[in-house]
């Protein structure tokens, strides 16, 4: 099984940043993609970034230019840099990996979430 700790979050007021980060942990071969996804109170969970073990990422048209994913693979740790931020941007961040048990059994795993509130 795969553990995710998430860490940032908190409040900012509008144009400010923040940033977040997720490290996996536990017993897995490896790892495929690491992105974020967010929930706002009312609405479905959406993607707002992925990043794939080549390196190619993701973002939701909402958060292009303004948000950064990044990862670093030697410590199996995702990062979104979110810059710009606008109120609309408040929501429960949860991290979500896609990890490898073995070659042909892949499986996903949530954090826990962390919350962004982004003020007026």
């Known amino acids: 099984q795969v553990q995710l700790v998430e860490s940032g979050g908190g409040l900012v007021q509008a144009g400010g940043s923040l940033g977040l980060s997720c490290a996996a942990s536990g017993n897995f071969l490896s790892i495929n993609a690491m992105g974020w996804y967010r929930q706002a109170p009312g609405k479905q969970r959406e993607l707002v970034a992925q990043i794939i073990s080549g390196g190619t990422t993701n973002y939701a048209d909402s958060v292009k230019g303004r948000f950064t994913i990044s990862r670093d693979n030697a410590k199996n740790t995702v990062y979104l840099q979110m810059n710009s931020l606008k109120p609309e941007d408040t929501a429960i961040y949860y991290c979500?990996?896609?990890?490898?048990?073995?070659?042909?059994?892949?499986?996903?795993?949530w954090g826990q979430g962390t919350q962004v509130t982004v003020s007026s």
């Open positions: 979500n990996v896609v990890w490898f048990k073995s070659i042909l059994d892949r499986k996903g795993s």
